[in-house]
């Protein structure tokens, strides 16, 4: 059964030109049928929309449906 996770990736950018670091919070909604699912979905997403990304981490917050 697929279930729609709520689910929060803290990330860090790392920018060389500057030597800056960047912190940011993405939300995902994911389909999965469990937990680790839904945990490596939102981490692939992530490492897709933030390629510069030196740290993520994320957290299943809570089951939406």
């Avoid at 990736?9 to 500057?18: G, M, S, W």
């Avoid at 670091?21 to 929309?49: P, V």
Wanted: aromatic residues 14%.
């Amino acid at each position: 059964m697929t279930h729609t996770f709520e689910v929060f990736v803290d990330i860090k950018e790392f920018f060389e030109a500057t030597n800056v670091f960047h912190n940011g919070t993405a939300r995902y909604e994911i389909d999965a049928e469990t937990i680790k699912q839904a945990d490596y979905m939102a981490r692939s997403q992530a490492l897709h929309d933030y390629p510069k990304g030196a740290e993520y981490d994320i957290r299943v917050t809570k089951v939406l449906k």
